[in-house]
């Protein structure tokens, strides 16, 4: 079996040379790193992480607590951190919250008392009242993803959707619409305030008046009757979606009550999905670069694990992209059908 003085010897460089570049440190030149890991791949060399880890205090193991891997944007995140966290030559302990905040705080903990070199959190939305973030575990290297830590002193990275929403209400007024209706996340969730109150903000200056906001969860049949309630109540001629997940409730009401979405009424989502570009009608959406936040949200932790020179301060908000508004069928302007034409609305005694 190939040993470490066996890499060093085929790649011309010292063993501790060959330790930093096994162990995925970012001041190594690359193609220094690289030589020392093709001369390891050549011979087979496999790492004693037992061996390593007591001598290092390391595990080459990141943790990751995910919204909900159910979310297929949450399971998309989590195979780009895997592939992330893969290229330091690390591997990846999963813990999944379910978006709740007991589950998440649990899960911390629990990944912390496996020894994992670092966290990658993204913190729940559906939390109580006043909810805040928990400190990292012994002072572990920590980074919030795709929201906002509450209260916490740990750094988060993020995607920047200001320019996409503007793009949208654009593109709303441009085809027609003239009351849009926003079904949000939780309500109590920081990250889902904020994305309301921006997508508010992008509208009206778009020349829309008030946008009607209804909250719910991030799973379907809860958003099926938080969009009844918006059919009833306001009438709107579009829903804005938050997620994929609330997109898939309003799906299932429109169906259920002979919608045509597109000319009945309008469908936007944040975050894109592949199923959305190939259903009839086609969604719009604002898609969400996920690689960018995972390799950004991988390097801030991998840069405090390391020790690099630039750290995150507390509480920094990093922007790793922004998403792109991508108009598709559901959003081409309202006009009745002559199947929904006339149709009651449920509990509303109004017809459309």
Known sequence: MATIRDVAKAAGVSIATVSRALNGNTHLAADTRQKVLAAAEELGYQKDRLAAA??????????????????????????????????????????????DGESYEN?????????????????????????????????????????????????????????????LGEH??????????YLAGPEFSLSEQRRAEKLQEALANCGFGKLEVEYCPHEAVSAASAARALLALYRPDIIICASNQIALGVLMIAK???????????????????????????????????????????????????????????????????????????????QLSAQYAGRWLPESGKTV
């Not at 007591?54 to 951190?81: Q, S």
């Not at 109580?128 to 916490?152: C, I, N, T, Y």
Request: aromatic residues 4%; charged residues 20%.
């Open 54 to 99: 007591m001598r290092t205090g390391r595990t080459g193991a990141i943790g990751l607590v995910v919204g909900d891997v159910m979310n297929p944007f949450y399971a998309m995140l989590a195979h780009c951190v895997e592939r992330a966290v893969h290229s330091h030559k690390a591997s990846l302990v999963l813990s999944n919250a379910h978006e």
């Open 107 to 167: 899960g911390i903990r629990a990944l912390a008392k496996q020894g994992v070199d670092g966290l990658l959190v993204v913190p729940p939305s559906r939390v109580s009242p006043g909810w805040k973030h928990p400190d990292s575990p012994e002072g572990m290297a920590m980074v919030a993803l795709d929201r906002e830590a509450p209260g916490s002193k740990i750094p988060s990275v993020v995607i920047d959707s200001s320019r996409a929403m503007q793009d």
């Open 172 to 181: 709303l007024r441009a085809s027609g619409y003239r009351h849009p209706a």
């Open 256 to 334: 259920s009550m002979g919608m045509q979405l597109g000319a009945d009424l309008g469908l936007a989502a944040i975050d894109d999905i592949p199923w959305f570009s190939v259903m009839s009608p086609a969604i719009s959406v604002i898609d969400q670069p996920v690689d960018k936040l995972a390799n950004l949200g991988v390097t801030v932790l991998m840069k405090q694990i390391f020790g690099a020179s630039y750290l995150p301060k507390a509480g920094d908000r990093l922007v790793a992209g922004e998403g792109a508004f991508i108009p598709r069928e559901s959003t081409q302007g309202p």
